[in-house]
């Protein structure tokens, strides 16, 4: 008897029969592992280009093999489990905190959280004690009378006033800011929000505020504190935000950052009333670093307008040169963005232009936009004065009976660009692509101050205002570009198609990262920046089929592979294919993966400890008995 199956194989092939290819697990086995390796890019067009920003990962299994002794069939039964994920798989942190150098020091640390806020699905305000209250949905209207409406009880927002007088005298550099999340509810934490908020200086009622962010009976300071100076930003999906050694956040003595206002936007997709106190951690130091952090905001939210029906609408966006020719000579380091959009968002560019309007480098590309997994990208680019900066946005809106405006309301829109940079920059926090009025907020010049000759119990927002713009039609854009848009050429495989052995040496320890997509399922990843390879495996608890996709959150349009283990002749099953409808996957003409096997294995009940079979392809059999 051979040690190894595929030894056999090589010294005897047509010696092969079933009492040699065997599951040695047979009747014991508990999970199904696929593993494989694939380019970035593939240049065939049934491929899903694994993306440097976000990835939309969907899974499924079945529990029992299909039947054909063919990988091309369509017979395969149906799913037991499904699923997606959205995961940075090109990420030195693939849940998408900004990949700066950890902290590893004792800081000091500050705490910005809301009091006990109750978000009530109920119709009626209500205050109740220890600091709970009732937040409306909010939607600030076009032309409507009144700016604060309840577009949706499935939308709440709550701001808070923070005042940092009590410190000393000494400026401080923020060096970390990271989410502090209530227990359980992390998925109806939308984002949050701080902003700089000067005014509260001598409000005390505006400083110690907690309640709702907009309204005749919101203190005006508050008001005015929204869509103002961003200090610090955290989104549904991301972890913390951690900035690079050459920079901090000023706050303390000498600067604007004594008072601030945090905004809380909840998403309450099920109507369950629940209670929350979540917040942001600063850790922060008395030893500054050679310069001070900025946060610039850029995109279109007034005048947004898609009609309902629409497959892929798109809306350009830009930041004029009138807006950056203020910055310092040499310009600003660019180091982090976040894209954002709702929930009709399917994908979201950034790019900087020069002056002439010529790209110079992408600030984000975000080709498979996911509303719940908003987080940084990492960044090294340099603007300079007079350059523009050009966000694209594209919105679906089938399904949709009326118009989709901007709003900030969950099926409101919005399409934006936050960029966080260094140095400071005097008039750099906003700019806003507007074409028309906005209810109750004054538009005014970027290039304006926008707290010089304000009437009395104004609210301004700052905007580039631009006549006649259309915000579906780009004739006047540069195109966005993204790392997918130079010439792909086509290139040979990396190694061998299927491998053979026991377990196809599965180790752990082989990849760099490790993602439980359900209770069920465990994916398993690297990724080589040189070579533009990913290496992957999947580990699943079936003895049936696997499924594991690359697409855009759901099943059509997806790059999926399918594997599986032959009840009857042991050899695996895989096969490269592409989904054109909600139907199994029709299988590609170019087979763009190599490095695969499948086996089957007993696993403890954790699905560790695994002992797996001997891998054998169904190529090679046929090969044996030829």
Same mark, same amino acid.
């Given at each position: 008897?051979?040690?190894?199956?595929?030894?056999? &194989?090589?010294?005897?092939?047509?010696? &092969?029969?079933?009492?040699?290819?065997?599951?040695?697990?047979?009747?014991?086995?508990?999970?199904?592992?696929?593993?494989? #390796?694939?380019?970035?890019?593939?240049?065939?067009?049934?491929?899903?280009?694994?993306?440097?920003?976000?990835?939309?990962?969907?899974?499924?299994?079945?529990?029992?093999?299909?039947?054909?002794?063919?990988?091309?069939?369509?017979?395969?039964?149906?799913?037991?489990?499904?699923?997606?994920?959205?995961?940075?798989?090109?990420?030195?942190?693939?849940?998408?905190?900004?990949?700066?150098?950890? @902290?590893?020091?004792?800081?000091?640390?500050?705490?910005? #959280?809301?009091?006990?806020?109750?978000?009530?699905?109920?119709?009626?305000?209500?205050?109740?004690?220890?600091?709970? &209250?009732? &937040?409306?949905?909010?939607?600030?209207?076009?032309?409507?009378?009144?700016?604060?409406?309840?577009?949706?009880?499935?939308?709440?927002?709550?701001?808070?006033?923070?005042?940092?007088?009590? /410190?000393?005298?000494?400026?401080?550099?923020?060096?970390?800011?990271?989410?502090?999340? %209530?227990?359980?509810?992390?998925?109806?934490?939308?984002?949050? /929000?701080?902003?700089?908020?000067?005014?509260?200086?001598?409000?005390?009622?505006?400083?110690?505020?907690?309640?709702?962010?907009?309204?005749?009976?919101?203190?005006? %300071?508050?008001?005015?504190?929204?869509?103002?100076?961003?200090?610090?930003?955290?989104?549904?999906?991301?972890?913390?935000?951690?900035?690079?050694?050459?920079?901090?956040?000023?706050?303390?003595?000498?600067?604007?950052? #004594?008072?601030?206002?945090?905004?809380?936007?909840?998403?309450?997709?099920?109507?369950?009333?629940?209670?929350?106190?979540?917040? /942001?951690?600063?850790?922060?130091?008395?030893?500054?670093?050679?310069?001070?952090?900025?946060?610039?905001?850029?995109?279109? @939210?007034?005048?947004?307008?898609?009609?309902?029906?629409?497959?892929?609408?798109?809306?350009?966006?830009?930041?004029?040169? @009138?807006?950056?020719?203020?910055?310092?000579?040499?310009?600003?380091?660019?180091?982090?963005?976040?894209?954002?959009?709702?929930?009709?968002?399917?994908?979201?560019?950034?790019?900087?232009?020069?002056?002439?309007?010529?790209?110079?480098?992408?600030?984000?590309? !975000?080709?498979?936009?996911?509303?719940?997994?908003?987080?940084?990208?990492?960044?090294?680019?340099?603007?300079?004065?007079?350059?523009?900066?050009?966000?694209?946005?594209?919105?679906?809106?089938?399904? #949709?009976?009326?118009?989709?405006?901007?709003?900030?309301?969950?099926?409101?829109?919005?399409?934006?660009?936050?960029?966080?940079?260094?140095?400071?920059?005097?008039?750099?926090?906003?700019?806003?692509?507007?074409?028309?009025?906005?209810?109750?907020?004054?538009?005014?010049?970027?290039?304006?101050?926008?707290?010089?000759?304000?009437?009395?119990?104004?609210?301004?927002?700052?905007?580039?205002?631009?006549?006649?713009?259309?915000?579906?039609?780009?004739?006047?854009?540069?195109?966005?570009?993204?790392?997918?848009?130079?010439?792909?050429?086509?290139?040979?495989?990396?190694?061998?198609?299927?491998?053979?052995?026991?377990?196809?040496?599965?180790?752990?320890?082989?990849?760099?990262?490790?993602?439980? /997509?359900?209770?069920?399922?465990?994916?398993?990843?690297?990724?080589?920046?040189?070579?533009?390879?990913?290496?992957?495996?999947?580990?699943?608890?079936?003895?049936?089929?696997?499924?594991?996709?690359?697409?855009?959150?759901?099943?059509?349009?997806?790059?999926?592979?399918?594997?599986?283990?032959?009840?009857?002749?042991?050899?695996?099953?895989?096969?490269?294919?592409?989904?054109?409808?909600?139907?199994?996957? !029709?299988?590609?003409?170019?087979?763009?993966?190599?490095?695969?096997?499948?086996?089957?294995?007993?696993?403890?009940?954790?699905?560790?400890?695994?002992?797996?079979?001997?891998?054998?392809?169904?190529?090679?059999?046929?090969?044996?008995?030829?």
């Amino acid at each position: 008897a051979c040690a190894l199956l595929v030894l056999c &194989i090589l010294a005897n092939p047509k010696a &092969i029969g079933e009492k040699l290819v065997r599951k040695l697990t047979a009747g014991r086995a508990t999970h199904t592992l696929l593993k494989f #390796k694939r380019y970035y890019r593939t240049c065939d067009e049934g491929d899903i280009d694994i993306s440097v920003a976000t990835n939309r990962i969907i899974f499924a299994s079945g529990d029992s093999a299909p039947s054909s002794k063919s990988s091309s069939t369509t017979s395969v039964p149906y799913h037991s489990s499904r699923g997606s994920a959205s995961l940075r798989l090109r990420s030195a942190d693939p849940t998408g905190a900004y990949g700066g150098t950890p @902290l590893d020091t004792p800081l000091l640390t500050m705490d910005f #959280k809301v009091d006990d806020v109750l978000v009530s699905s109920e119709t009626t305000s209500l205050s109740a004690g220890s600091g709970s &209250i009732y &937040i409306a949905g909010t939607q600030v209207t076009e032309g409507g009378a009144d700016a604060e409406t309840v577009k949706s009880l499935r939308t709440s927002y709550v701001c808070k006033g923070f005042s940092l007088e009590a /410190l000393d005298d000494d400026k401080y550099h923020g060096l970390q800011f990271s989410p502090m999340l %209530t227990e359980g509810n992390g998925a109806k934490v939308h984002h949050i /929000l701080l902003y700089q908020c000067p005014e509260m200086a001598g409000d005390a009622e505006a400083a110690s505020y907690q309640g709702r962010c907009w309204g005749d009976d919101v203190p005006l %300071t508050v008001r005015r504190c929204n869509f103002g100076t961003i200090v610090a930003a955290w989104a549904i999906g991301g972890g913390p935000t951690i900035f690079p050694p050459a920079a901090g956040m000023p706050f303390g003595n000498g600067v604007e950052n #004594k008072h601030l206002l945090m905004e809380v936007h909840y998403d309450n997709f099920d109507g369950v009333n629940f209670n929350d106190s979540s917040g /942001l951690r600063m850790f922060y130091t008395p030893t500054l670093r050679p310069n001070d952090v900025g946060v610039m905001y850029t995109g279109a @939210l007034p005048g947004i307008d898609i009609p309902p029906g629409e497959e892929s609408y798109e809306l350009n966006a830009r930041c004029p040169t @009138l807006c950056t020719t203020h910055l310092q000579e040499g310009g600003v380091k660019i180091f982090s963005s976040i894209l954002h959009a709702h929930t009709a968002g399917r994908a979201i560019h950034a790019s900087l232009l020069d002056s002439s309007g010529n790209f110079k480098a992408s600030l984000g590309s !975000e080709p498979y936009y996911d509303f719940n997994f908003q987080s940084s990208i990492e960044l090294n680019v340099t603007m300079n004065a007079g350059d523009e900066i050009h966000t694209t946005c594209q919105f679906n809106t089938e399904g #949709k009976s009326e118009n989709t405006k901007f709003g900030l309301a969950t099926d409101d829109e919005m399409c934006l660009t936050y960029l966080w940079y260094y140095p400071l920059q005097p008039k750099a926090d906003r700019c806003i692509f507007a074409n028309v009025d906005i209810a109750n907020y004054e538009l005014t010049s970027i290039t304006d101050n926008p707290y010089d000759n304000r009437e009395e119990g104004s609210v301004i927002l700052p905007v580039a205002l631009c006549e006649n713009a259309n915000f579906a039609v780009s004739s006047h854009l540069p195109p966005s570009q993204t790392d997918g848009d130079a010439e792909c050429v086509k290139r040979a495989l990396g190694g061998d198609m299927y491998l053979e052995g026991v377990g196809a040496a599965f180790d752990e320890a082989n990849y760099m990262f490790e993602s439980a /997509l359900d209770e069920n399922y465990k994916m398993y990843w690297s990724y080589d920046e040189e070579e533009e390879v990913l290496s992957v495996a999947a580990k699943v608890k079936t003895t049936g089929w696997v499924g594991l996709g690359f697409g855009r959150g759901n099943m059509i349009g997806s790059d999926v592979v399918l594997g599986w283990v032959d009840d009857a002749d042991g050899a695996y099953y895989f096969s490269d294919r592409f989904a054109k409808a909600n139907v199994v996957p !029709e299988v590609d003409e170019s087979q763009d993966y190599w490095g695969v096997s499948v086996v089957q294995g007993s696993c403890d009940e954790d699905g560790e400890n695994c002992n797996w079979e001997q891998a054998v392809s169904a190529e090679a059999l046929l090969l044996a008995q030829a």
